[in-house]
Nanobody, 116 residues
Framework: QVQLVESGGDLVQPGGSLRLSCAVF????????MGWYRQVPGKQRELVAT???????NYADSVKGRFTISRNNAKNTVSLQMNNLKPEDTAVYYC??????????WGQGTLVTVSS
């Protein structure tokens, strides 16, 4: 069974930076488009960034220019560099396949809190 393990979340001041990492265990990784999602309690999960197996990226308008998604196919990891963080970026962040119809079981996520 595929396991997703997210890490790197923390409390950070507005304008600060964080780097999130997601390790994928138990599956061929390089062929799948991967995404970072975030969820605030009471709201729907939001897709914020995607990366294809070949490295093409796409971003939600709300994070464009501030977040950078990357992947290391040799290590089965996908990362999210988050700069100039805003309070509205506060959420639990998850990684998973872009094709949610074939999503792996969700990991526990990693909490990002942006607050002064």
């Amino acid at each position: 069974q595929v396991q997703l393990v997210e890490s790197g979340g923390d409390l950070v001041q507005p304008g600060g930076s964080l780097r999130l990492s997601c390790a994928v265990f138990g599956s061929i990784f390089s062929i799948y488009g991967m995404g970072w999602y975030r969820q605030v309690p009471g709201k729907q999960r939001e897709l914020v960034a995607t990366i294809t197996g070949g490295g093409n990226t796409n971003y939600a308008d709300s994070v464009k220019g501030r977040f950078t998604i990357s992947r290391n196919n040799a290590k089965n990891t996908v990362s999210l560099q988050m700069n100039n963080l805003k309070p509205e970026d506060t959420a639990v962040y998850y990684c998973n396949r872009v094709n949610l119809a074939q999503a792996w079981r969700w990991g526990q996520g990693t909490l990002v809190t942006v607050s002064s």
